[in-house]
Each structure stands twice: as structure tokens, then as C-alpha cells.
């Protein structure tokens, strides 16, 4: 319903974004190209799966199962190359730390590495926002709204837009928990990832009972939080070992 | 806190060339997109119709034409596109190995004024006409004369502050890519496929004519006539503006044994940039050749043929002297052996990224040909196109030597739309409609 409509719903869903963006990333150029590359990344592997269930499509739109498999297959698809790009990421480290030693100046340091994973993150939450929500924003510029049958007492365009924020707070900071877990050979955190993500992508199962929204979207909250507060503890934990290991 | 005593690290100001090119071509594609979205909601399909050009002399799609027809018709067109830019591109090789640059130069003045002050006030008046927006004709005559008259300048001498004139060279891009996406559908799609074919050719072949183009030049030392975005090179080491005048003149010392890594770079940012100039400024010029009605063709024949004579102006003819001894060695010589490709992007140098207003026009067609369908096609070609620019630039720091910037992209681009409309969209729509998401 209107430009002003459309704004908010697109605001709602990428707001948080822009600022981290605004604030860290664009003050930086290199972690600008990260998050370009990332959400280039993340669009090639959905469309590889849109090219797999293709042919399967419209699904039986009665019965959950056939979704939970597209959902179980893309997510361990997406972790796959998750770790795919942190191996990328390695060798990429590697060039920068030889162009930093030939232009004499000082290697990666911990907070840049976390800056680059940050950016890798934000790029993966960008991509899931802007392709499951704001490419569907298109009606909402217009005079009326959407409203789905299972969760109908909000507009559709709204619900997305939640669930958007969500999935680009679990991406964004899942990127920095998996980085540093296959950095340090943490395995908690290594395994930490991928079940958020599959517990996630589960949870929107829910969505598929009718009045399944009211349940499913708090829950998907409740595991953004976990992912944020998870993440903040650990970039903590590394920062103040890191400022003590300096000290001596 | 002990953060702001350290050193800076090289996350700071690595890549920032690339950005700075990849900047204005965004704000050029998302101008267009715009403008396609706003205005084009208000018009019906059926005024494909109305657009007379070189670019459909041989078949007007109609939209009761079959799927082989309709490519056919589409196919015919570009050839006679590609037959006409390869014919002026040729003509524009034989004006430069005659020496008329004041011609040229003249030429593209002319152009820019009419491609601003013709097609930037029809659109304008489409805008006014849109929004009702209240405006007189004597002020909006005078507001579009003016601004066509600060454009001309801008670009065709260099006193200007860079930013107006980077900023008028993206409006330009913009309002010839915005005519050109008025094509209809199947022939705007091959004609993209096929120019970027050409720019293929015409910089690749020994009797490609860009590549004579480019050889006529650094035989000369002189700057071809053409309209090119220029990015600001980095200045590295608190070097003023003396410094970037001095790289700048480096970049001319083609050959030089100047063996910084500069040298390296820029005479590849040089021949890259030319190529996709004049791949843009020909097929433009096409566009205009037509025995048209409108006016706005004529303005693009000239328009991209003038160029640089902008940098000539801004001082560096008492240095031009000092290159008249530069032997004419092939850059590639000039390569330091432990050149990291990171360097060779011009990551580690000053050079100047030079992208010629072409490539713009085409990435913006293409853009602007996505958002008439859906915004997802957007999204997908714009990623797709940045990241053909950015393999570009990659192999341009690994080769060494004129590079068309048309074709990666182009490829990656139209690759893209067609698995987003034809895969991508299904999937995502079924799954979002059912709010499940992952």
C-alpha cells in the first residue's frame, strides 16, 4: 500500500543491515567486494537449487514433508559452501598477509579477520533479504496489500519482512561463529552453525500449520538472539585474550 | 586505547579502485532501473512500435508474432547494428589516422549537447507530464539549456571539478541507455549478445578496428577521442596533486623504463578503457545514423567519439615533451616479477581505472531490460554484472593488454536472467508464499 509501505517493509528487512553497512563495511572498500562476492555467492547457490527442485515444483501443497526435504537439502547445500568459502577465505588470507609483507606494513589483524567474516556474513543475510523478501516487495508500492491464508492477520509483505530481519541476523553473525571456529578448530562452534541454521529453516515448518505464524516467528527470534548473544560472547572472549596476550 | 597507535592495516585502503569504478556504474544501472520503473509503468507495450532506429530498420516486433519470428526479426536487426558500428568505428579510425581531431572533438561537443539537451528534456517531459509537476516552458527551456550547456563543458574541457564531470558522464550513460531499452524485448536481448560479440572481435582480431584504434594511438602518444569515465586515482603516500599529475604523465610514458608498478597498470587501464569506449561510442553512433525523425539520434552519433582532449587540458602538455623519447616497448616488459595479481589490479599502484561510457550504456540496458520484468531479475543482473567487471579487471591485471569489458559481463548477465526468470522465481515465490524460508 503505497510508496511509504513499501519503504518500511524493505526498511524492516534490511534496516539493521544498512547501518552495519553505513557504519563498518563501506569505510573499507575491500570488505565492500566481500560482500559483493558473498551475495554473488549465495544467489548462485540458490539458484543451483531452484535448478534441482525445478521440476518438482508446485509441490503438494497439503502435505509438510516434500517442503522439509527442500528446506533439509538447500540448508546442508548452503553449509556446504560455507565451508567451501572458508577455504577460499584461507588462501585469500594467505595473498593478503604476503601483499602485506611485501608493502611492509602490518599483517591481518584479529578484529580485520572478524571484520572480513562479518562482512562474508552480511553479504549471505543481504542476499537472503533482498531475494526472499524485497523481490517480492514489488505489489507493495501499489494502493492495495497481499494477505496469505496461513497467517492471515497480518500482510503477507509484513511477515516476510520479519522473518527476513531474522534470517539476516542468523547469516550475518553464523558467518563470524563458523569462521572462528574453523580458525581455532573449535568444533562447538563449527557444529554450532549448521544446526542453527537447520533448527531455523525447521522452525518455518511451522509456519505451514494455519495460525502457525504466531508460534514460528517468536521462535525464530528466540534463535536469532541465541546466534547474536553466542557470537558476542565469543568475538569478546578472543578480543580480551587477544588484548591479554599483547600485554605481556 | 592501544587500537589507535597501531599502524594502519592494509584492509583500509585495499580494492579502493575497484570500488571507485564500480560506485558510479551502479548509480548509473539503479538510475536507469528507476527511471524504467517510474516511467514505464505508464506506458503500454504497444510503443515499441514508435521507436524508429537503426536498431530495428529490419524487422518491428509485434506482439502477435511466434517465438521464431520475433528471434529472427531480432537477429536481423543487430546484424544490421553491429554492420553500421563496424562501418562508423571504421570511419572514426580513418578520421583519427587523418589527424581531425579538432573534428572529432567538435563532434562530440555536439553530440553531448543534443544527447543532454534533446533526450534529457524529453524525459524530463515525460517526468513533468508523470507527477504534475507545475513548470512554465520559458523556465524549463532555460533549466535544460543551461544544464545541456554545463554538460558540453564538462566533458569537453576539463577545468570543471571532477565530480561534475563524472557526474554528467553517468547522466549521459544513463539517458542513451534508457533509449535504448524502448527496444523491443527480443531485439534489445540479441542486440546485447551481439555487440558484445563485437567488442570481442574488434579488440581481440589483428583487424579488429579498436585494436587499430588503440595501436594508432600509442604510436602517437596521443589520447583517442572518445568519452570515458575516468576513476580518481588513489594517492598513495600523502603525494599531493603533483604527484597524481606525475603518475598520470607516467601512465602516458608508455614504454617507459619507469618500472614502478604504476607503468604497469596504466597502460593497461589505457588500452582497456579505450576499448570499451569506443565499442560504446560506435554503437551509439549507430543508433544515431538513422534518417530518423527524431533529433535525439544525431546526438548520439557524435556523442562518444570526443574525449579526452579533458585531460590534455589539464596540464599535462609541458610534460608530454618529456615522453616524445619513450621507446615503444611492449608494456608486458615493464612486468616486475613478483607481481602479485593484487597489484596487477592496480590495487598497489595509483593508476587511474578508465572505463569507457559503452559499458555503461550496455550494463545499464541490460539492467534496465531485467527491471521490466521483475526486480528479482534485477538483483541478480546487477551481481551478475559487477562480478563480470570485477573478473575483467582480474584478467586485465593478469594480461596486460586491451581488454573488452563488454563480454564477461554481458554473458554473466543475460546467463542470469534467464535462470532467475525461468528457475529462480518459481522457487522463491512457492516457498515465500508458504513462509518458508531458509
New interface residues.
Given amino acids: 500500500m503505497t510508496v511509504a509501505a513499501g519503504i518500511g517493509y524493505a526498511l524492516l528487512a534490511l534496516g539493521p543491515s544498512l547501518s552495519l553497512f553505513v557504519s563498518v563495511i563501506s569505510k573499507k572498500p575491500f570488505l565492500i567486494l566481500t560482500v559483493l562476492s558473498s551475495t554473488l555467492l549465495w544467489l548462485t547457490s540458490l539458484i543451483v537449487l531452484s535448478g534441482v527442485w525445478r521440476v518438482f515444483l508446485p509441490l503438494k501443497s497439503t502435505s509438510w514433508w516434500p517442503y522439509g526435504l527442500l528446506i533439509f537439502t538447500s540448508i546442508a547445500f548452503q553449509e556446504g559452501l560455507r565451508v567451501l568459502f572458508w577455504k577460499v577465505y584461507k588462501r585469500l588470507e594467505d595473498l593478503l598477509d604476503n601483499f602485506a609483507d611485501k608493502v611492509s606494513k602490518p599483517r591481518l589483524f584479529q578484529t580485520d579477520k572478524m571484520q572480513i567474516a562479518l562482512a562474508g556474513g552480511l553479504g549471505h543475510g543481504v542476499a537472503h533479504a533482498v531475494f526472499f523478501c524485497l523481490s517480492l516487495l514489488t505489489p507493495a508500492f501499489g494502493p492495495a496489500t497481499f494477505f496469505v491464508d496461513r497467517c492471515s492477520q497480518i500482510p503477507f509483505f509484513l511477515v516476510s519482512a520479519i522473518i527476513a530481519l531474522a534470517f539476516v541476523t542468523i547469516h550475518t553473525f553464523s558467518m563470524v561463529i563458523a569462521f572462528n571456529g574453523y580458525a581455532e578448530g573449535n568444533k562447538v562452534d563449527q557444529v554450532f552453525v549448521p544446526v542453527v541454521h537447520l533448527v531455523a529453516g525447521m522452525v518455518t515448518l511451522v509456519n505451514f500449520a494455519s495460525g502457525g505464524c504466531i508460534i514460528g516467528i517468536p521462535l525464530l527470534y528466540f534463535i536469532a538472539s541465541l546466534t547474536l548473544i553466542h557470537c558476542g560472547k565469543m568475538v569478546w572472549r578472543r578480543l580480551t585474550e587477544n588484548r591479554s596476550r599483547q600485554g605481556n | 586505547m592501544?587500537?589507535n597507535t597501531?599502524?594502519?592495516?592494509?584492509?583500509?585502503?585495499?580494492?579502493?579502485e575497484?570500488?571507485r569504478i564500480?560506485a558510479p556504474v551502479s548509480i548509473c544501472m539503479f538510475m536507469v532501473v528507476i527511471l524504467v520503473s517510474v516511467l514505464d509503468s505508464s506506458s503500454s507495450s504497444s510503443t515499441s512500435a514508435s521507436v524508429n532506429s537503426i536498431a530495428t530498420i529490419a524487422y518491428a516486433e509485434t506482439n502477435s508474432d511466434s517465438s521464431w519470428d520475433k528471434f529472427v526479426g531480432a537477429l536481423l536487426n543487430s546484424l544490421v547494428f553491429v554492420a553500421v558500428v563496424t562501418v562508423v568505428t571504421f570511419i572514426l579510425v580513418l578520421l583519427f589516422y587523418l589527424r581531425c581531431t579538432k573534428f572529432l572533438k567538435l563532434y562530440m561537443g555536439f553530440s553531448a549537447f543534443v544527447v543532454l539537451g534533446f533526450m534529457g528534456g524529453e524525459i524530463a517531459l515525460f517526468l513533468i507530464e508523470d507527477f504534475s509537476i507545475p513548470v512554465d516552458c520559458i523556465t524549463f527551456v532555460v533549466a535544460l539549456f543551461n544544464f545541456a550547456v554545463v554538460g558540453v563543458l564538462a566533458v569537453f574541457m576539463s577545468k570543471m571539478a571532477i565530480l561534475v564531470t563524472q557526474a554528467y558522464l553517468v547522466v549521459i550513460g544513463m539517458l542513451v541507455a534508457y533509449w535504448f531499452t524502448q527496444l523491443p524485448e527480443w531485439t534489445t536481448w540479441v542486440l546485447l549478445v551481439a555487440m558484445a560479440l563485437y567488442d570481442l572481435a574488434a579488440v581481440l582480431l589483428p583487424v579488429g578496428p579498436l585494436r587499430l584504434l588503440v595501436e594508432l594511438a600509442i604510436s602517437r602518444d596521443e589520447d583517442i577521442p572518445a568519452l570515458v569515465y575516468e576513476a580518481r586515482p588513489v594517492t598513495c603516500n600523502g603525494s599531493g596533486a603533483e604527484g597524481r599529475v606525475a603518475q598520470r604523465r607516467v601512465w602516458r610514458d608508455r614504454g617507459s623504463e619507469n618500472s614502478d608498478h604504476e607503468s604497469n597498470n596504466n597502460p593497461n587501464a589505457n588500452s582497456v578503457f579505450v576499448e570499451n569506449v569506443d565499442s560504446g561510442s560506435n554503437s551509439t553512433s549507430n543508433a544515431s545514423v538513422v534518417p530518423d525523425s527524431s533529433t535525439e539520434s544525431n546526438t548520439l552519433v557524435s556523442g562518444h567519439n570526443d574525449a579526452t582532449l579533458v585531460r590534455a587540458e589539464e596540464g599535462w602538455v609541458p610534460e608530454r615533451d618529456a615522453e616524445l623519447s619513450a621507446p615503444l616497448i611492449d608494456p608486458r616488459m615493464n612486468i616486475q616479477p613478483?607481481q602479485?595479481?593484487?597489484?596487477g589490479i592496480g590495487l598497489?599502484s595509483s593508476g587511474a581505472i578508465k572505463l569507457g561510457l559503452g559499458d555503461f550504456i550496455f550494463y545499464s540496458v541490460l539492467v534496465g531490460r531485467a527491471a521490466m520484468y521483475?526486480?528479482?531479475t534485477v538483483?541478480?543482473c546487477y551481481?551478475?554484472i559487477?562480478?563480470g567487471l570485477?573478473i575483467t579487471l582480474a584478467l586485465l591485471a593478469l594480461y596486460q593488454k586491451a581488454l573488452p569489458a563488454l563480454p564477461v559481463s554481458i554473458a554473466l548477465g543475460v546467463l542470469?536472467y534467464v535462470?532467475?526468470r525461468?528457475?529462480?522465481e518459481?522457487?522463491?515465490?512457492?516457498?515465500?508464499?508458504?513462509?518458508?524460508?531458509?
Fill in positions: 592501544a587500537q597501531k599502524p594502519t592495516s592494509i584492509l583500509d585502503s585495499l580494492g579502493e575497484i570500488i564500480i613478483q602479485s595479481e593484487l597489484e598497489g521483475d526486480f528479482m538483483y541478480a551481481l551478475a559487477i562480478a570485477g542470469f535462470l532467475t525461468f528457475l529462480l518459481a522457487f522463491v515465490v512457492e516457498c515465500s508464499l508458504n513462509l518458508l524460508m531458509f
